[in-house]
């Protein structure tokens, strides 16, 4: 059963900058590590950013130094702040989460549900 929230997407210049936001319960939010993932088609969905329950986090090689996760306790929410856009960051971008480590989160085949997901648009 899916119990994220994604928003934030929208369409933005080269260089612009999105803030996406991924709303999940209490519960989880205080016991799992959370991630944001990506997705073109044709491709393999992948892990953008992670954050774990004590702010650990993770980046991808290709958004190092321009997104930035974090977590928002009061608002049970994961943000990824993206800077820099460009062309090729156009994805469906989903978050999920699941009780394992930043480590496993990288392969996108442990989960067996998806939300909505939010669509990013960076034109060029």
């Known amino acids: 059963q899916v119990q994220q929230v994604e928003s934030g997407g929208g369409v933005v210049q080269a260089g612009g900058s999105l803030a996406l936001s991924c709303k999940v319960s209490?519960?989880?939010?205080?016991?799992?590590?959370i991630g944001w993932y990506r997705q073109v088609p044709g491709k393999q969905r992948e892990l953008v950013a992670a954050?774990?329950?004590?702010?650990?986090?993770y980046y991808a090689d290709s958004v190092k130094g321009r997104f930035t996760i974090s977590r928002d306790s009061a608002k049970n929410t994961v943000y990824l702040q993206m800077n820099s856009l460009k062309p090729e960051d156009t994805a469906v971008f989903y978050c999920?989460?699941?009780?394992?480590?930043?480590?496993?989160?990288?392969?996108?085949?442990?989960?067996?549900?998806w939300g909505q997901g939010t669509r990013v648009t960076v034109s060029s």
């Open positions: 999920n989460y699941r009780f394992t480590t930043l480590a496993a989160m990288r392969d996108p085949s442990i989960f067996t549900s």
């Open positions: 209490e519960s989880t939010f205080s016991t799992h590590p």
């Open positions: 954050i774990s329950r004590g702010g650990t986090t």
